[in-house]
């Protein structure tokens, strides 16, 4: 049992760590082992925040112009090619132009649940990010062996060329997004297919759903804030459910106020450190 939920307690960090292409928050940290926010996918838009006083252009404004056609979405059904993919994921990581570095306080309050066993834990600690790819989270009091894997906090968009990718409207509250569904070509473990919904104005994610092949899924689901022109995590909701292994999971994220472009040292991100 202590290896399931090890297990599970892992999927859930891993998920909470994502390197901004796009996001970050302010929220007080809530004590309750209960969910800190309703889950909410807000369709990839951005609550609002006192903007600086000369702002440069948003990147929660859709393209206009000579610039909006630069770059055509494919018509809906078909398959994506490998360019094309890699241009809508560059377009996701280009939208917070200038955030070189950044730090900010992270509270996640999850419930595991194994067999009939229900394990409630809070965790805070702060998230570490370097432009273009480093990335780090540090919990307090987190569990002993976690300490053993500094840098398994992460999550970072698929490389195309190992997956065959279709492009779908999106629909209901994502009727501002477009949805990719990735079926793997090679060997992915268990993993049956990943679909990611992206707002079409923003480039933000609002939520993606990886599916495994014995029914179970991982469902995450994004909220966004805009701080000093640049667009960020507010909140984070997973759901997790492997019905073979008998294992459940919720967990709720809260991205703190953020410190921008002071300078993180690179020695955060190196082993032990």
Same mark, same amino acid.
């Given at each position: 049992?202590?290896?399931?939920?090890?297990?599970?307690? #892992?999927?859930?960090?891993?998920?909470?760590?994502? !390197?901004?292409? &796009?996001?970050?928050?302010?929220? /007080?940290?809530?004590? /309750?082992?209960?969910?800190?926010? &309703?889950?909410?996918t807000d369709n990839g838009t951005i609550k609002p925040e006192q903007p600086r006083p000369s702002p440069s252009p948003s990147v929660s404004q859709p393209?206009?112009?000579?610039?909006?056609?630069?770059?055509?979405?494919?018509? @809906?059904?078909?398959?994506?090619?490998?360019?094309?993919?890699?241009?809508?994921?560059? $377009?996701?990581? *280009?939208?917070?132009?200038?955030?070189?570095?950044?730090?900010?306080?992270?509270? #996640?309050?999850?419930?595991? $649940?194994? &067999?009939?066993?229900?394990? !409630?834990?809070?965790?805070?600690?702060?998230?570490?990010?370097?432009? !273009?790819?480093?990335?780090?989270?540090?919990?307090?009091?987190?569990?002993?062996?976690?300490?053993?894997?500094?840098?398994?906090?992460? @999550?970072?968009?698929?490389? !195309? &060329?190992? =997956? %065959?990718? $279709?492009? +779908?409207?999106? %629909? *209901?509250?994502?009727?501002?997004? +477009?949805m990719l569904r990735l079926i793997p070509v090679i060997g992915r473990g268990d993993l049956q297919k990943i679909e990611m919904w992206i707002n079409k104005d923003n480039w933000l994610f609002p939520r993606q759903l990886y599916s495994?092949?014995?029914?179970?899924?991982?469902?995450?689901?994004? %909220? =966004?804030?805009?701080?000093?022109?640049?667009?960020?995590? *507010? %909140?984070?909701?997973?759901?997790?459910? +492997?019905? $073979?292994?008998?294992?459940?999971?919720?967990?709720?994220?809260?991205?703190?106020?953020?410190?921008?472009?002071?300078?993180?040292?690179?020695?955060?991100?190196?082993?032990?450190?």
């Amino acid at each position: 049992m202590r290896y399931h939920l090890i297990i599970l307690t #892992v999927a859930c960090f891993i998920l909470f760590s994502v !390197p901004c292409y &796009s996001q970050q928050p302010s929220v /007080s940290p809530s004590p /309750s082992v209960s969910p800190l926010v &309703s889950p909410s996918t807000d369709n990839g838009t951005i609550k609002p925040e006192q903007p600086r006083p000369s702002p440069s252009p948003s990147v929660s404004q859709p393209l206009q112009g000579k610039e909006a056609k630069k770059f055509e979405l494919p018509p @809906w059904g078909s398959s994506v090619r490998q360019s094309v993919a890699k241009q809508i994921f560059q $377009k996701m990581r *280009d939208a917070n132009s200038g955030l070189n570095d950044y730090v900010c306080p992270l509270t #996640v309050a999850a419930k595991a $649940k194994y &067999s009939f066993l229900e394990v !409630p834990f809070n965790l805070e600690g702060h998230y570490y990010f370097k432009s !273009p790819d480093k990335y780090r989270v540090k919990f307090e009091k987190a569990p002993e062996f976690l300490s053993k894997y500094p840098q398994i906090f992460g @999550w970072s968009l698929p490389e !195309p &060329s190992e =997956y %065959t990718i $279709k492009i +779908f409207e999106g %629909t *209901d509250e994502y009727s501002r997004c +477009f949805m990719l569904r990735l079926i793997p070509v090679i060997g992915r473990g268990d993993l049956q297919k990943i679909e990611m919904w992206i707002n079409k104005d923003n480039w933000l994610f609002p939520r993606q759903l990886y599916s495994y092949r014995d029914g179970g899924f991982i469902d995450v689901k994004c %909220t =966004y804030r805009k701080t000093n022109d640049f667009n960020l995590f *507010d %909140t984070m909701h997973m759901e997790l459910n +492997f019905p $073979k292994s008998n294992i459940k999971a919720s967990a709720d994220a809260l991205y703190g106020e953020y410190i921008i472009n002071q300078g993180v040292s690179d020695q955060i991100f190196e082993q032990g450190k």
